[in-house]
């Protein structure tokens, strides 16, 4: 089955950039516009009154006319954010719908494309009055219709090992090609946040600016993968050659961000603030030469020098992006700065400390960079990193949030191995 979506990173996530996905996403608004006035009907209007099935009609007509552009359509509600694929709908934002869903369990509503009948519109309509009405109670676990989906990401997993052991019989079949759809963000997506974040970095390097929209959308994505791998700390992503370091160390320093930032009690929108600033850490790395990227031997004084300007450049490309993008702009700039300010790289005219998600980035961006191989060197054993890293606690890293990270290691690690 073909999807809208799964086309080259700038088309796929680039919605400012696509009339196409604009004209799209209007059609998917048109749906979501009606699926709440039809629920909204239900609250107002007893069975059989002809102002449910108008609006009943109205919602399955939109409905298909939004699977014939967008097939399978996967919808995720998710802190007040409608998003379609990794998309979020802004004028949606916080609207009464993805609030309320959200809030009543259906974080995930997914179709495979396939028009529903009457008979499952209604059915779908009754389900998701019965979480989200007025005496609605909030599902909890995944609730399957022909050709739809819907309930908690965080069960994403759950439904894949139960549907795995169906066995051979034709119910058994339908729920693993329906088990098969709902994982494709997991299974898939973190692929398309990879070439994404990929071509976001050619991007800012042959424009001069960073498009904020799709690191949003590269954000999104990767929040939503870590919900659904909630029996281990992060679906963090493996290395398959030296060349995608870069991009592969962004994303996995952010899902390590957003991990610690979420064990320490921030909020949703300050998780996510941190994953972008984490993101970005590296961003003024597209203004050095690729060569010295790349090089697998020893930098010479003067490439050293070179290197240690990218925390400086990439201050420079995010702060020209307005007060809005500050904190990635801080991270970009310190988060080669020892903890205590008194070492590392730009030096601080005036020690002090660096700011707190400065601290917390920088544990996550060691961490991970002495775990994957680079240009230069074999990755180290876990073993020695973290030995490495209780070494600089208290100078180059921040005590309290290494403890923090190991703390929160350590409960991945016990967790896993309960599981």
């Known amino acids: ?88 709908l802004h004028e949606l934002r916080a609207g009464d719908l993805g609030q309320r869903l959200g809030a009543a369990g259906v974080q995930r509503l997914e179709f495979d494309g396939t028009v529903p009948t009457d008979a499952v519109m209604t059915a779908l309509l009754d389900t998701l009055y019965a979480a989200a009405g007025p005496q609605g109670t909030p599902v909890t676990q995944m609730v399957s219709l022909p050709g739809i989906r819907l309930g908690p990401v965080a069960l994403l997993n759950d439904a894949s ?39 976001i970095t050619s991007s800012t390097a042959a424009k001069g600016r960073v498009p904020m929209g799709d690191v949003e959308a590269v954000i999104r994505g990767l929040s939503l993968s870590m919900q659904a791998e909630h029996d281990t700390l992060i679906p963090l992503i493996s290395l398959k050659s030296v060349d995608q370091y870069t991009t592969v160390h962004a994303c996995n320093v952010s899902m390590l961000s957003m991990g610690l930032a979420e064990s320490l009690g921030f909020s949703s929108r300050d998780v996510r603030a941190v994953g972008t600033a984490a993101l970005l850490h590296d961003i003024g790395k597209v203004r050095l030469p690729e060569a010295l990227l790349r090089k697998a ?44 300010g008194e070492g590392g790289y730009p030096t601080f005219q005036f020690p002090r400390r660096t700011h707190y998600v400065s601290r917390l980035v920088q544990v996550c961006d060691v961490y991970d960079a002495l775990s994957t191989e680079r240009p230069y060197r074999a990755a180290w054993p876990r073993s020695r990193t973290l030995h490495h890293m209780r070494l600089q606690a208290g100078r180059d890293l921040d005590y309290d949030l290494l403890l923090a990270f190991f703390d929160l290691l350590d409960r991945a690690e016990r967790r896993q191995a309960a599981g």
């Open 1 to 88: 089955m073909s999807n809208t979506w799964s086309k080259t990173p700038h088309q796929s996530m680039s919605a400012e950039s696509s009339s196409g996905v604009a004209q799209h996403h209007a059609l998917v608004a048109e749906f979501l516009t009606a699926l709440g006035q039809a629920l909204a009907s239900m609250s107002l209007y007893g069975a059989g009154h002809p102002s449910r099935g108008i609006s009943r009609t109205r919602a399955h007509e939109r409905l298909a006319a939004a699977l014939a552009v967008v097939h399978p359509l996967r919808l995720t509600f998710l802190d007040g954010d409608v998003i379609v694929g990794l998309q979020a």
């Open 161 to 199: 090992e139960d549907n795995s052991s169906a066995g051979a019989s034709g119910v058994g079949r339908q729920e693993s090609e329906e088990s098969a759809f709902m994982d494709a963000l997991v299974a898939g997506g973190l692929q398309e946040e990879l070439e994404t974040m990929t071509w």
């Open 297 to 340: 031997g020893a930098l010479t004084d003067s490439e050293r020098e070179l290197m240690r300007t990218h925390p400086i450049e990439g201050a420079k490309l995010l702060g020209e992006r307005g007060e809005g993008h500050a904190l990635a702009a801080i991270v970009a700039y310190e988060h080669h700065v020892w903890a205590n």
